[in-house]
């Protein structure tokens, strides 16, 4: 059993999710659970050498990656397919660079998370969007506008996050069928950021896309699952053997190949021996879930959640209280001292909404949610 329900002052820890002294934040993509004491003693044992000298990438990392992946999520991953950078938006940026031509267009399902916009761009790339369909709190493609948009005559790749990041959406095998053949008859490349993947609620399974998109590159890393973001460690995942070799040098050129000691020491640790942690963990989000429901049904809060089961991250309709997230999140904080993530930021309708962060204990997310409820409050009346 592991312990989901003290957490860890990280006040003096220079942790940007706790900066700010005053402020409980359920913004960034960071819980505050602390790991398993196997991890505990995997860094320790490292530390005890007394040396932090250059590391090499061991046969044990790439085999307790592709052993996880095959054994759940049933893909056929062998440890040539598998090549580790320092971390996945590092890796997003090089593969775009590698296989996009400056001025081409990459697609997106928005609400998606904002940082793939500022990569896409930083590339000298363009940003193309097609808006999921929001219907009674569920979030499903537009096959029309999607079809559309990969037609687009400079549309050279399509980003999908799965899980999706806002949302929690987690594409079914259908959707995952659907993505490969629109891309393929396009000859688009489809890169699938899947960093959320391991975290679902207990009943739930998220789909590796290599079991269904056609030389899909996917990213992910145990940054997420097991709230290592400070590791600095990702990887990417493909079959194709050109695609990983021009990946490969791409890696290199951009300097982002070689991950730290301490990431390269915990990572079979992660993969290996760690699963009932993720066990654990996806019972107290579930926990969490459920209590933040029962708080907004009991409060009378006309604050309709949509979360379709994957990550941490609840995606709130705030849209009763205000269309503009931004001012009202801002708000939050400075007059209700409460960090959420304006959903504005991830385009689509997200305006309408707030990311909430439930990744904490259970008297955090409480307090967070009594300081959201008296702002939202006090922001209809303020407005009016
Ligand atoms: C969907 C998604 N991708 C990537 C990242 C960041 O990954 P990394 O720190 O490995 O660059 C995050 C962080 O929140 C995320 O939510």
């Not at 490969?180 to 009943?203: F, K, M, S, Y």
């Not at 050109?242 to 020491?265: D, T």
């Amino acid at each position: 059993m592991y312990d989901f329900t003290n957490i860890i002052d990280r006040h003096k820890t220079n942790s940007t999710k706790w900066r700010e002294a005053d402020i409980i934040p359920l913004w960034i993509a960071d819980m505050d659970f602390s790991f398993p004491e196997v991890v505990k003693k995997s860094l320790l044992s490292l530390i005890e050498e007394g040396v932090l000298g250059y590391a090499y990438l061991p046969d044990t990392c790439y085999h307790s990656v592709v052993n996880f992946y095959n054994k759940n999520y049933s893909t056929k991953l062998e440890a040539g397919n598998v090549i580790f950078t320092t971390g996945v938006i590092a890796s997003l940026g090089a593969a775009l660079n590698t296989f996009c031509q400056p001025g081409e267009e990459v697609l997106f399902l928005t609400p998606c998370y904002n940082t793939f916009y500022s990569v896409v761009e930083k590339m000298g790339l363009k940003v193309i969007t097609s808006e999921l369909d929001y219907k009674d709190g569920q979030y499903n493609i537009n096959y029309k506008d999607f079809a559309q948009k990969l037609s687009r005559p400079n549309l050279r790749a399509f980003v999908l996050c799965n899980p999706h990041n806002p949302t929690g959406h987690i594409w079914s095998i259908e959707d995952l069928k659907k993505i490969n053949t629109l891309c393929r008859e396009r000859n688009i490349l489809v890169i699938a950021d899947e960093i959320h993947g391991p975290i679902t609620l207990p009943n739930l399974k998220y789909e590796c896309s290599l079991n269904y998109i056609e030389n899909v590159i996917v990213l992910a890393s145990p940054s997420k699952p097991f709230n290592m973001a400070g590791l600095k460690i990702g990887f990417s995942l493909c079959y194709n053997k050109n695609i990983n070799a021009r990946l490969s040098l791409a890696y290199n050129r951009f300097n982002i190949a070689s991950p730290n000691s301490f990431a390269i020491q915990l990572l079979p640790t992660l993969y290996n021996d760690c699963q009932d942690w993720l066990i654990e963990l996806s019972q107290a989000i579930k926990h969490n879930y459920e209590l933040t429901l029962k708080y907004i049904e009991s409060n009378g809060l006309k604050i309709k959640v949509s979360y379709g089961g994957g990550t941490y991250l609840l995606w709130l309709d705030v849209s009763y209280y205000s269309n503009d997230s931004l001012k009202l999140s801002k708000f939050l904080k400075e007059k209700y001292k409460v960090f959420v993530s304006e959903g504005s930021k991830y385009l689509g309708n997200g305006h309408n909404f707030l990311r909430v962060n439930i990744a904490t204990n259970e008297k955090t997310l409480l307090m967070g949610l009594e300081r959201i409820k008296n702002g939202l409050l006090a922001y209809k009346n303020y407005k009016s």
